[in-house]
Structure formats: C-alpha cells, structure tokens
T-cell receptor, first 110, second 114 residues
C-alpha cells in the first residue's frame, strides 16, 4: 500500500529561521514525489516535484530513497511562507492518483 | 494563466438528495480527477477519468457516485443520494498537458449534507 506521512501538524518558526517540513513515504515501486502548498483561502498549488530538482520560492526538497523521505527545506523562512503544505506521492505503477499526507501548517512569526 | 474552475463554491443539501458538482478543467488537459477532503482529514483520491471513461477509482467511489464529461468542457461529479458522511471539500483536478503527471487543482466545492 502507498502511504505518505507528515508527522507534524503544525510547525511554528520565527522569520529568518530555517524550516524543515518532514515527509516520509511508503511505496515499493518507483515514486514521484511532490510538495503542494495551500495559502489561506487559495487552491492547492504545486510547489515543487522531485524530478525537476528546482528551487521554488527558496524551497528545496531532495528525495532520499534510502530513508524514503522527501523533506521540504528553506534556509530562511519568510512570513509569506505561512500556509498548509502537503507532501504527495504519485505511484506511477498505479495510474495517476496522488496519495497525500495529512499536511503540515507552517506558521512564520515576525 | 489558465485555471481549473469549480461551481458552486459551497453547496448545502438535505440527506438523500442528489447533488452535482461541476468543474471546468484546463482546456488542453486530457486527465481529470476528483478528490475529497473531509474536515480534519487527508485529501483522498476518488476517481480519475481519461478518454471519456473512468480509468481508476477508489473504494470510496461506490455506486452512489458517478462522473461525466457531458459537453467536452465540463466535468461533473454526481452523488445520487447524499449521506451525512459525504460532507467534505471536493476538489477537481486536471492534468496531461505537456507534463502528464502534474495535476492542477480547482478551488474546491464545500458540500454540507444536513
């Protein structure tokens, strides 16, 4: 079975502090991993995906197959980063359905 | 930039009534999806639709649910006889443009069953 675990419901940091949102997955095949973000009163939008290896809004995420993790990191948090962050897995051998984690609320305090 | 749109934003209905949730996917996309999120829970996959037929569905997507692409632009989710536990946010998504695996989400419809 495919599963995504985000252990923290809420992560609260001060502006300028580093951020790490944790994501672990369970999947025996070759996964494709994503981070989606939902700002207040807005839709879910793709933040980044592991195959693109981009840095978006200062965020990066590296797929670690040994640890089955895909943690989201940013060296210096900004207030506008406050949002709900969802890690998601696309189990490619099983079609196109996304499997989501429970989400982590990131709150950046000034 | 094109976006997925959904109507209505909020639907209130009585238990046992039929509801139709509407979505307009991004125009050149080929894959369409419905997800739902019960308050306080994870976003869950319901169904995917490609080439005018269901390509995959979850255990949640039982005989009470159906999907349709009636006119080449809209994509609808029908719940035949709503139950209290159908109360949730329903998200439509579309994908299959240049990058098949990326899915673009609509703003959601909040369904409240009384």
């Amino acid at each position: 079975a495919q599963r995504v675990t985000q252990p923290e419901k809420l992560l609260s940091v001060f502006k300028g502090a580093p951020v790490e949102l944790k994501c672990n997955y369970s999947y025996s095949g070759s996964p494709e991993l994503f981070w989606y973000v939902q700002y207040s009163r807005q839709r879910l939008q793709l933040l980044l995906r592991h195959i693109s290896r981009e840095s978006i809004k200062g965020f990066t995420a590296d797929l670690n197959k040994g640890e089955t993790s895909f943690h989201l990191k940013k060296p210096f948090a900004q207030e506008e980063d406050s949002a709900m962050y969802y890690c998601a897995l696309l189990p490619l051998e099983y079609g196109n359905k996304l499997v989501f984690g429970a989400g982590t609320i990131l709150r950046v305090k000034s | 930039e094109p976006e997925v749109t959904q109507t209505p934003s909020h639907q209130v209905t009585q238990m046992g009534q039929e509801v139709i949730l509407r979505c307009v996917p991004i125009s050149n996309h080929l894959y369409f999806y419905w997800y739902r999120q019960i308050l306080g829970q994870k976003v869950e996959f319901l169904v995917s639709f490609y080439n005018n037929e269901i390509s995959e569905k979850s255990e949640i997507f039982d005989d009470q649910f159906s999907v349709e692409r009636p006119d080449g632009s809209n994509f609808t989710l029908k719940i035949r006889s709503t139950k209290l536990e159908d109360s949730a946010m329903y998200f439509c998504a579309s994908g299959g443009g240049p990058n098949r695996a990326e899915q673009f989400f609509g703003p959601g419809t909040r369904l409240t069953v009384l």
